[in-house]
């Protein structure tokens, strides 16, 4: 079930915007993207969702593009704490989400 | 976090014991969800439940069982362990808003050794 693709890490500079993308160019209409995070150790934390149009939250911003096959999470000012696992997910039947291996965020100072 | 708790968080266990571990919510979410984490595969569910006394299987249940007696709580049960079962085991809930989006919530898991 592995519905998207993203790069298995990136880095960033503190201060600096984190542009995330993920590829999911079998979307179907009425599936959602979601984004989760996964702090060391920690259980993954829900950030934002979005079918259609941008999205934006206290955590991040959630860019689709219009044909919907791409996406990019945005975490503005990157903290030292936003390096985690970032993962994609999409899905139409929210009640089981499916996670694949996410990205691995390093932010540095 | 809050609302949703993991019990142990830690366990060393032997080769062949039955072992259950416990996940206790607060928050009265329809869903809940056992996931195992090993490096290499990420988050593979095992088992959820959409009710009490209502669980079906996920991506890896072979050598798990489950049971919901109480909406709050979702046992998961290792009925002989194995040391390919030793993994982080992560707990969810999840219940659906007025527009159908289910946010999951995670418990902080728990580490489970099969020596």
């Not at chain 2, 290792?78 to 999951?104: M, N």
């Amino acid at each position: 079930d592995a519905k998207t693709t993203q790069p298995p890490s990136m880095d960033c500079a503190e201060g600096r915007a984190a542009n995330l993308p993920c590829n999911h160019s079998t979307i179907s209409g009425n599936e959602y993207v979601y984004w989760y995070r996964q702090i060391h150790s920690q259980g993954p934390q829900y950030i934002i969702h979005g079918l259609k149009n941008n999205e934006t939250n206290e955590m991040a911003s959630l860019i689709i593009t219009e044909d919907r096959k791409s996406s990019t999470l945005i975490l503005p000012h990157a903290t030292l704490r936003d390096t985690a696992v970032y993962y994609c997910i999409v899905n139409n039947a929210g009640n089981m989400l499916t996670f694949g291996g996410g990205t691995r965020l390093m932010v540095k100072p | 976090d809050a609302g949703i708790t993991q019990s142990p968080r830690h366990k060393v266990t032997e080769t062949g014991t039955p072992v259950t571990l416990r996940c206790h919510q607060t928050e009265n979410h329809r869903y809940m969800y056992w996931y195992r984490q090993d490096p290499g595969h990420g988050l593979r569910l095992i088992h959820y439940s959409y009710g009490v006394k209502d669980t079906d299987k996920g991506e890896v249940s072979d050598g798990y069982s489950v049971s919901r007696s109480k909406t709050e709580d979702f046992l998961l049960t290792l009925e002989s362990a194995t040391s390919s079962q030793t993994s982080v085991y992560f707990c969810a809930i999840s219940e659906p808003d007025r527009g159908g989006i289910y946010g999951y919530t995670f418990g902080s898991g728990t580490r489970l050794t099969v020596v």
